[in-house]
């Protein structure tokens, strides 16, 4: 009988290689597919929040007709920003290049949803904003913004550790509102889950 | 076989057509609303191969001219527009594979998921109305009207089949506008939802409410002797109803045989609920 050895050397090299593959897996693709995105201001929320005690439906609320507001525009941040009210270059850069310009910041929207989606503010009035937002309210500088390369939605920042994102950590945006995370919460109350209910 | 489900709320749309003059205002309104893009190509395709247009063209509210088929002073002619009739027995949701489309929201419309439809057109197929069309191409829209798109409806790839919804996305705003007002989002009050079609007819012919809510006014309507609806008889249960004076048009609604008797002036012919 011929005894069998191993002609690549044991178990030492199946273990680097494997290791390697977690690596490349877990933590090179992952950083390959998001691009790392900032925000083109950088907007804190606790300045507004809590130094100034701002509600979040001072900036973001109804409209009459039903449809939300959603980000406030320049004009109304330049109710109060009209001039320069305080130190920060973030505020400098806001008033010089949008307010007197005349232009719509292009935020980066963390929850944005596909254009087949509806989903109704008026209706989700009674929960609190964070059951599906990030708690930006709690941010000094805004969250990452992850953006897949190959659909263009935010991850949505997660913390990408070992390839997935886990957790949810508050620093990071919860990222688009996934279909079974809504059809979970609508079955748990009870409400409709047909499929003109959330889709247009 | 009863596998369809009846909703506290039946949108109902009733076309009187004695009313309606045949100009198109509804399928204008229709495609704006909708984001149906021109379709050089597909007509094109029609004008080259002879295809039976109905197959071809991209729209959920087509119009069709009636004739009574008499020659000389006794001829009569009547226009048709026919949208999607939302049936109580949709013979389209039970053959799609996908589920792509489903009745099973309050209010009866029959849904139509594009992202989540794989293009196999038995919908098509099965529809006796006509209703459904097919995407044969990816839409391209002239340059400057991607700006008057509607942002509430989303845009269609090639290779989904689609069809009219009531408009559905604008019960979804009405309801929201209810819900900011504190009124009761599933007691809307006439005309609160309507959709662009009806809000488009010059003649005022499409009337449009919630046909089980006795204060709108199609709950009248429907009980008129001459509404009727059509091909009643293969018990698809239509919520799209029509009205006319003219008997030869309703012995069309439901392809009555020359010597055939009926259909008796007598409403909405049983098949309801
Ligand atoms: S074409 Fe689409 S909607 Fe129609 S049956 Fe096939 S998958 Fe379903
Ligand atoms: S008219 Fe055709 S597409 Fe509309 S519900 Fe009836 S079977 Fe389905």
């Known amino acids: ?200 | 076989m009863s596998a369809f489900k009846e909703f506290p709320i039946r949108w109902g749309m009733v076309i009187d057509i004695d009313k309606c003059t045949g100009c198109g205002a509804c399928t204008v309104a229709c495609n704006k609303e909708n984001n149906i893009a021109p379709q050089p190509q597909q007509l094109e395709r029609i004008a080259g191969k002879g295809f039976p247009t109905r197959f071809k063209k991209l729209e959920w509210l087509t119009v069709y001219e009636l004739s009574n088929g008499v020659q000389g002073s006794g001829h009569d002619t009547a226009y048709l527009p026919r949208p999607c009739m939302q049936c109580g027995m949709p013979s389209c949701v039970s053959v799609c594979p996908a589920t792509a489309t489903d009745k099973n929201e309050n209010g009866g419309i029959v849904s139509q998921i594009y992202p989540r439809c794989f293009g196999c057109r038995y919908c098509m197929a099965s529809c006796p109305y006509h209703a459904r069309v097919f995407n044969w191409d990816q839409p391209v829209y002239p340059d400057g009207m991607e700006k008057q798109l509607t942002p509430n409806v989303s845009v269609r790839s090639r290779g989904v089949v689609e069809k009219c919804n009531f408009c559905h996305h604008r019960w979804m705003y009405a309801k929201d506008a209810a819900r900011v007002a504190g009124e009761d989002p599933n007691a809307l009050p006439e005309d609160a939802y309507i959709p662009a079609c009806a809000e488009a007819c010059p003649t005022g012919a499409i009337y449009f409410g919630d046909v089980k809510n006795p204060e709108h006014k199609v709950y009248e309507l429907i009980h008129s002797p001459y509404t009727f609806r059509l091909l009643e008889r293969l018990g698809t249960d239509p919520q799209v109803y029509y009205m006319s004076k003219r008997e030869w048009v309703r012995r069309q609604g439901d392809n009555y045989l020359e010597n055939e008797a009926g259909p008796v002036a007598h409403g909405n012919g049983g098949l309801h609920g």
């Open chain 1, 1 to 200: 009988m011929v005894k069998k050895t191993s002609s690549s050397g044991g178990a030492l090299p199946f273990f680097v290689g494997f290791v390697a593959m977690l690596f490349v897996g877990w933590w090179a693709f992952p950083r390959m597919l998001f691009s790392e995105v900032q925000q083109p201001i950088r907007f804190s929320h606790v300045v507004h929040v809590e130094e100034q005690e701002m509600a979040c439906e001072d900036c973001h609320f109804l409209n009459e007709d039903g449809s939300f507001n959603g980000i406030p525009s320049t004009a109304s941040c330049a109710e109060c920003h009209s001039d320069v009210l305080g130190e920060d270059p973030d505020e400098a850069k806001f008033v010089e290049q949008y307010v007197n310009e005349e232009k719509e910041v292009e935020w980066l929207v963390y929850q944005y949803q596909p254009d087949n989606v509806f989903f109704s503010h008026a209706a989700h009035q009674g929960k609190d904003c964070t059951t599906c937002h990030p708690d930006v309210a709690k941010s000094d500088t805004p969250p990452t913004y992850y953006q897949n390369k190959l659909t263009d939605y935010s991850n949505g920042g997660y913390k990408i550790v070992f390839g997935r994102g886990v957790g949810v950590d508050p620093a990071y945006s919860r990222g688009t509102m996934k279909m079974w995370e809504c059809e979970r919460c609508h079955a748990e109350n009870g409400q409709s889950n047909a499929c003109y209910v959330c889709h247009r």
